[in-house]
Structure formats: C-alpha cells, structure tokens
Nanobody, 123 residues
Framework: QVQLVESGGGLVQAGGSLRLSCAASGSIVRVDAMGWYRQAPGKQRELVAA???????NYADSVKGRFTISRDNANNTVYLQMNDLKAEDTAVYYC?????????????????WGQGTQVTVSS
C-alpha cells in the first residue's frame, strides 16, 4: 500500500499565497506521475496540475501563471505553490500519485489518493 499525506491548506485572503505538500510512503518502487486535483462544493473533481517523473508538467487553464507544481523525486514528495489566489480557487485539494509498488513479493501498479486538504480563499 502507498499512502499520501498532505499538508499546507488553510484560509487566505484573495491575492495571497499557499504552498501544499504531499509525501508518498510505503512499498514504492517508482512514482511515475504526481498531481493535485480539487473539488469545490457541488462540482466534480478536476485536475489542477500534474508532473511526471521526468519533470514534464501540465496545468489547468484556470491556474496557469499562478500555480507551480514541483516534485522531490528522492523523497517522493510533490508541492503546489499557489500564488495570486482567487475566491474560485476555494476547494478541497487532493494529492494523487501513480507508479509501481510492491505487493507481497510482486511488483504492482498503484494509484493512490491523499485525504484532502481544505483551501479557502476569502474575497
């Protein structure tokens, strides 16, 4: 099993910044992709940003130029630096990681989610 632990959410005023962190632990061989999703009340969960093992990144149009995703491959940790936050960024943010782990004596793929962290932006 691979566990993800998130931190860094909170309440911030519009225009402010927050940094989210997510660390993966467990029987990990390799973490291929790591990303952040968010879900606002009454809306579907959506991709915010993702980064591959090689460093390629992908962002939702709504956060381009304001959010930056990065990762520490040695520690299987992903970060999301969020600047110029807006009220519409208010949501529960979830970390996601996919890769290869160990299950018993076999290697097996995994796709794990964090528990979510609340980000609230006041206008």
């Amino acid at each position: 099993q691979v566990q993800l632990v998130e931190s860094g959410g909170g309440l911030v005023q519009a225009g402010g910044s927050l940094r989210l962190s997510c660390a993966a632990s467990g029987s990990i061989v390799r973490v291929d992709a790591m990303g952040w999703y968010r879900q606002a009340p009454g809306k579907q969960r959506e991709l915010v940003a993702a980064v591959t093992l090689g460093g390629s990144t992908n962002y939702a149009d709504s956060v381009k130029g304001r959010f930056t995703i990065s990762r520490d491959n040695a520690n299987n940790t992903v970060y999301l630096q969020m600047n110029d936050l807006k009220a519409e960024d208010t949501a529960v943010y979830y970390c996601n990681a996919a890769g290869v782990g160990v299950r018993g004596i076999l290697r097996a793929s995994f796709n794990s989610w964090g528990q979510g962290t609340q980000v609230t932006v006041s206008s």
